[in-house]
């Protein structure tokens, strides 16, 4: 960014070509290509041009002159030709040179950000800092806390995240129910479904958070919840209950060891024993591997630490 944002300032236009062989897996060029076009939207910086994929880029660890070539050829055939080069590294002279361009080398002492691509890419939970929240969300991985009424998982989800140093959401779903007293549509679970997603996504991005966010339920236990107090659900949030399965990097289902409580909202505790038992069918329908928690808050909290490894 800072590279990119010294060329900025002092271009009319700027080129960006991403691309690696092998690629990331976890973060192909297309993915940091998005990064790059949501940090610097086109209506801020009109000047910016993002290159697309090249067929057959060379590999990584090949020499220096075989990516001075190729970066030339492809670049002639767009006809994208350089004036300057801005880099922040020893290569850069010379491929400038390459390409007949000046070069601008912006902080090689790692002075102004004291990072390589190199180490951040090791550890970037380590690094979080250095990554933009946008970026850094992209890492960050999600914690689903499931249970019936009364099975301690919103206390739980809040233990947790102060134990694992992150951010944590909500039940949105009470937000709704309590707000219509309990007059609940198909599109009230929806709505539901949505609002929730949304608060996983702001807190992914939110300046606390470390390596996970962990959720207080999702959308495929609003689908169960749509079906018991409406009769029905909407194939929108079908859908949403569908992307449970790769949405979530852990399941975890509170027993129903701790005492029944009652707040004026809940059912009884054998009504709490059905919804425990739907949990469980809608879990082994969609084929989600999960660990049962049980035990004090305490025990929980360790139990799912041992999981994670963290």
């Known amino acids: 960014m800072l590279v990119l944002e010294r060329a900025l300032a002092e271009c009319g236009q700027v080129s960006v070509w991403v691309y690696s062989r092998p690629d990331f897996p976890d973060m192909p060029s297309p993915v940091r290509r998005g990064w790059i076009r949501d940090l610097y939207p086109a209506r801020l910086y009109p000047g910016l041009h993002l290159l697309p994929d090249a067929p057959n880029p060379p590999l990584n660890s090949e020499p220096g002159e075989v990516h001075r070539a190729y970066v030339g050829g492809v670049l002639e055939g767009w006809s994208v030709r350089p004036d300057v080069v801005y880099t922040s590294e020893d290569y850069g002279e010379a491929f400038a040179t390459s390409l007949g361009a000046a070069h601008v080398c912006v902080d090689r002492a790692r002075g102004a950000v004291p990072i390589s691509g190199t180490r951040l890419r090791a550890d970037v939970h380590a690094h979080r800092a250095f990554l933009d929240p946008h970026v850094y969300a992209h890492f960050v991985q999600r914690v689903v806390i499931l ?164």
């Open 147 to 310: 249970g019936a009424e009364s099975t301690g998982k919103s206390t739980l989800t809040r233990a947790l995240a102060q134990a694992l140093g992150t951010s944590w959401v909500r039940e949105y779903g009470r937000d709704v129910y309590e707000r219509e007293q309990g007059m609940l549509s198909p599109e009230h679970f929806l709505e539901i479904a949505h609002g929730h997603r949304a608060l996983e996504d702001e807190a992914a991005r939110a300046p606390g958070v470390n390596r996970w966010v962990v959720c207080d339920t999702h959308a495929a236990t609003t689908l169960m919840w749509s079906y018991l107090l409406t009769g029905t659900a909407l194939p929108e949030l079908h859908a949403l209950a569908d992307e449970c399965r790769a949405r979530y990097a852990h399941t975890f289902l509170c027993d129903t060891d701790l005492p029944h409580e009652q707040d004026g909202w809940r059912a009884n505790t054998e009504v709490r024993g059905v919804q425990q038992a739907f949990i469980r069918q809608e879990l082994g329908t969609r084929g989600v591997p999960y660990t049962v928690l049980r035990g004090t808050v305490s025990e929980r909290v360790a139990q799912v630490q041992a999981v994670l490894g963290s």
